[in-house]
């Protein structure tokens, strides 16, 4: 599996924008760029994912760099309830069922 | 709108018993997982099911087994309880395995065996 640098954590202020960085030079052409988030005490959350283009949804933004060598998870404005780890995974699906967690980013949201 | 179940939500086994997690899944998906997740690490996939009546080994198979009877049922049973599978677990499914699939998951199963 290809793999992904993440900081291991990221401090916000509440209301404010966090944007969390997440490297992958090694991804390859078929790779989707997944974001999932783990909230304490629960499992992980599906957030956002991509390929190629930037991406929106309900609960965040998913910048990609044109060589898709890094991308970026933005929050436009995060809440207490955004405290979490969040994962940045490569997944090419196929034969390759698994999600490969690492150690993600743990984000504080201070009020 | 329940999405992945699991029950029980914590347990504590003694060495050598035995226990079923169980997870159930409403949203017809095909495909199934079942993960483990250690204090501080990441999740690591123990088995998959790509149907009703196919499972296949994920990463960390040994001391557990799974049958898929129906679409929405996946349980995962531990024969002989060993402190090394004190963990917390994961059940996970998702539409087909494509990487443009998100897979669901369940809040957990805490185990602990002491």
């Known amino acids: 599996d290809a793999k992904t640098t993440q900081p291991n954590s990221m401090e916000s202020n509440e209301e404010e924008p966090v944007h969390l960085p997440c490297n992958h030079s090694t991804i390859s052409g078929t790779d989707y760029i997944h974001w999932y988030r783990q909230l304490p005490s629960q499992g992980p959350e599906y957030v956002i994912h991509g390929l190629t283009s930037n991406v929106n949804n309900r609960m965040a933004s998913l910048a990609i760099a044109e060589d898709r060598k890094s991308s970026t998870l933005i929050l436009h404005r995060a809440t207490l309830r955004d405290a979490a780890v969040y994962y940045c995974?490569?997944?090419?699906?196929?034969?390759?069922?698994?999600?490969?967690f690492g150690k993600g980013t743990l984000l504080t949201v201070n009020p | 709108n329940a999405g992945v179940t699991q029950t029980p939500k914590f347990r504590i086994l003694k060495i050598g018993q035995s226990m079923t997690l169980q997870c159930t899944q409403d949203m017809n998906h095909n495909y199934m997982y079942w993960y483990r997740q250690d204090p501080g690490m990441g999740l690591k996939l123990i088995y998959y099911s790509v149907g009703a009546g196919i499972t296949d080994k994920g990463e960390v198979p040994n001391g557990y087994n799974v049958s898929r009877s129906t679409t929405e049922d996946f349980p995962l049973r531990l024969e002989l309880a060993a402190p090394s599978q004190t963990s917390v677990y994961f059940c996970?499914?998702?539409?087909?395995?494509?990487?443009?699939?998100?897979?669901?998951f369940g809040d957990g199963t805490r185990l602990s065996i002491l």
């Open positions: 995974i490569l997944h090419s699906g196929g034969s390759n069922y698994k999600l490969t």
């Open positions: 996970a499914s998702s539409l087909r395995p494509a990487g443009n699939q998100p897979q669901h």
